[in-house]
């Protein structure tokens, strides 16, 4: 269990990815699409400010439906690279361990 522990820690640290994803990326594209809206409705036609609202709302509405798809995915692969990870981490502590105290021969002939 301790390579699947040292699996999870090394994922904490996305967290902070995640703020810095969130505060400079998505914010800022929904002022710029706000802005551009506002551009439309008031420089141009309000009819095409509308198509363009209607056009982005169903961008974002197809990204969302799609990142949710594909969180479902990605979790799934997470939780079987965790497990993996930890067995991977476990073997190599393990062969330390009975190198470490000169267990070759015992566990050879054990197997």
């Known amino acids: ?22 505060g400079f990326t998505v914010v800022s594209a929904l002022a710029d699409i706000c802005v551009a809206l506002v551009v439309f409705v008031f420089r141009f036609e309000p009819a095409l400010g509308a ?23 990605r ?19 393990n062969y330390k361990t009975i190198k470490y105290f000169g267990g070759e021969e015992y566990e050879a002939q054990r197997h």
């Open 1 to 22: 269990k301790t390579g699947e522990l040292l699996r999870i820690l090394d994922r904490g640290s996305v967290i902070n990815r995640i703020g810095e994803l969130i």
């Open 51 to 73: 198509l363009v609202g209607v056009m982005m709302g169903g961008y974002i509405w197809a990204s969302v439906v799609l990142t949710r798809y594909r969180t479902r995915i």
């Open 75 to 93: 979790r799934r692969m997470n939780k079987r690279d965790v497990v993996t990870g930890g067995i991977h981490t476990d073997c190599l502590l």
